[in-house]
Nanobody, 126 residues
Framework: QVQLVESGGGLVQAGGSLRLSCAAS????????VGWFRQAPGKEREFAAT????????RYADSVKGRFTISRDNAKNTVYLQMNSLKPEDTAVYYC???????????????????WGQGTQVTVSS
């Protein structure tokens, strides 16, 4: 079983940066695709970014492309989401999730992710 713990959220002014971390337990984490999703107040959860097992393939939502960067360090069982040029509309709870099928391709589809963290709050003030 993989367990995920997000950290790095907080309050930041518009234009600022934050780096989220998703730390995972389990020796097989390096085989799994990892995604970041977010849920703003009163809205449905939406895809933000994904990275495949090797880090060689990444995909982003149009709303974050060019501002967010997803990366991973498999030696540390950790995936990161570097968020730059933050906007008030980026305010949300951010979740990391994994597809526990080995060597799966990077996916934007929420239903393919079967293990989720508890989330970390990101608030961007104007």
């Amino acid at each position: 079983q993989v367990q995920l713990v997000e950290s790095g959220g907080g309050l930041v002014q518009a234009g600022g940066s934050l780096r989220l971390s998703c730390a995972a337990s389990g020796r097989t984490f390096s085989r799994f695709t990892v995604g970041w999703f977010r849920q703003a107040p009163g809205k449905e959860r939406e895809f933000a970014a994904t990275i495949n097992f090797s880090g060689g393939n990444t995909r982003y939502a149009d709303s974050v492309k060019g501002r967010f960067t997803i990366s991973r360090d498999n030696a540390k069982n950790t995936v990161y989401l570097q968020m730059n040029s933050l906007k008030p509309e980026d305010t949300a709870v951010y979740y990391c999730a994994v597809v526990t099928k080995a060597y799966y391709s990077a996916s934007t589809r929420e239903y393919e992710y079967d293990t989720w963290g508890q989330g970390t709050q990101v608030t961007v003030s104007s």
